[in-house]
């Protein structure tokens, strides 16, 4: 709040007999308040492609089958794609500024935007060389990011592995904090995924992100990432207020009665209502061949985001 709110408030808590104590709760419950995103104008949802999709031929064994993030660019350009989603886990070991800036101009002239990438990191970790370690890649990534032009890095909570949940949670809060607050540097946007771990339950994640103080922080809502009671749309719908991105599997998971075929149209309609803009990203990973089952499905997300 300005210093003019401020002043007022103080002025006006004197004369009523306010105790000064109860500004100071109201500041702190602001700051950790976080609230679903207020966007304006009507829904706008971008097709993406993850990367992820083709991770088994980023290092086939088979240097004929062998591709690279060009390639992936190029079949994003070929086949409909507004972005491109670079998943940090297939750049090379060694690349320089040069590399990202090459694989931007690529982009450019597939005429796609570099959506976002995604970066495998653990923030639920005690005090230490290991968090500062985390910590440090994804600053590292932030960075590239920024390189690449791209708005977003899906991030992860982590695994407490052994720590105290509640306190896995607060490192996790802590960590996001500070990535978050040099990601505000950079332009970049934090995207918390549903992924298992101290967020297996959507709650928890919600927890976490409500209490990161970063207008930088968000939710990478990943539609096959719940395997809990509740029916997995119903909890999309709880995550999709806070979405930064959006990624897409073509399969759902009910709990004892496992996998079926994702419903495009319920996906993209709880997104419409909550009035989310951005980039969906389709990230495949079911067992039939993605050469043929991406194209099929990207056609079919093309149309669920168009009646959206």
């Known amino acids: 709040m300005s210093q003019l709110t401020r002043r007022i408030f103080l002025e006006r808590a004197g004369r009523t007999g306010l105790a000064l104590g109860a500004w100071a709760g109201l500041e702190a419950n602001v700051a ?4 679903p995103f207020a966007r304006l104008g009507s829904p706008r949802l971008r097709l993406s492609l993850a990367a992820y999709s083709f991770r088994e031929f980023f290092n086939h064994r088979d240097p004929a089958r062998r591709i690279t993030l060009f390639d992936f660019i190029d079949f994003c350009g070929q086949h409909g ?32 935007a570099v959506s976002g990438t995604a970066v495998g990191n653990n923030f ?17 990534w932030v960075d590239h990011a920024a390189v690449l032009g791209a708005p977003h890095i899906r991030v992860f909570a982590g695994d407490a592995r052994g ?11 802590r ?3 500070e990535c978050g607050d040099y990601a ?21 994640l919600l927890d976490i992100v409500r209490a990161v103080r970063s207008a930088w922080v968000g939710v990478n809502l990943d539609t096959g990432n719940f395997y809990g009671p509740a029916d997995p749309y119903e909890e999309m719908a709880r995550l999709a207020p806070y979405a930064v991105n959006v990624q897409v599997k073509v399969e759902v998971n009910r709990r004892g009665q496992g996998k079926e075929p994702t419903d495009l149209a319920r996906v993209t ?5 909550a009035n989310y803009q951005g980039f969906v990203a389709l990230e495949y990973e079911a067992a039939p061949d993605p050469w043929q089952a991406v194209p099929e499905w990207l056609a079919r997300l093309r149309t669920a985001l168009a009646a959206a």
């Open 269 to 273: 309609n709880l997104l419409r209502q």
């Open 175 to 177: 960590a996001l904090e």
């Open 81 to 112: 794609c507004l972005g491109t989603e670079l998943t940090s886990y297939y750049f090379p070991k060694d690349f320089d500024r040069a590399y990202l800036l090459e694989l931007k101009r690529r982009a450019f002239l597939a005429g796609l």
């Open 163 to 173: 720590l105290d949940p509640a306190l896995a949670k607060r490192q996790c809060i």
């Open 32 to 35: 950790r308040a976080v609230e």
């Open 124 to 140: 639920a970790r005690a005090d230490g060389p290991d968090l500062e370690r985390e910590v440090a890649s994804v600053k590292q």
């Open 184 to 204: 505000a540097q950079k332009g970049v946007w934090l995207g918390l995924e549903n992924h298992g771990g101290i967020v297996a339950q959507v709650a928890d």
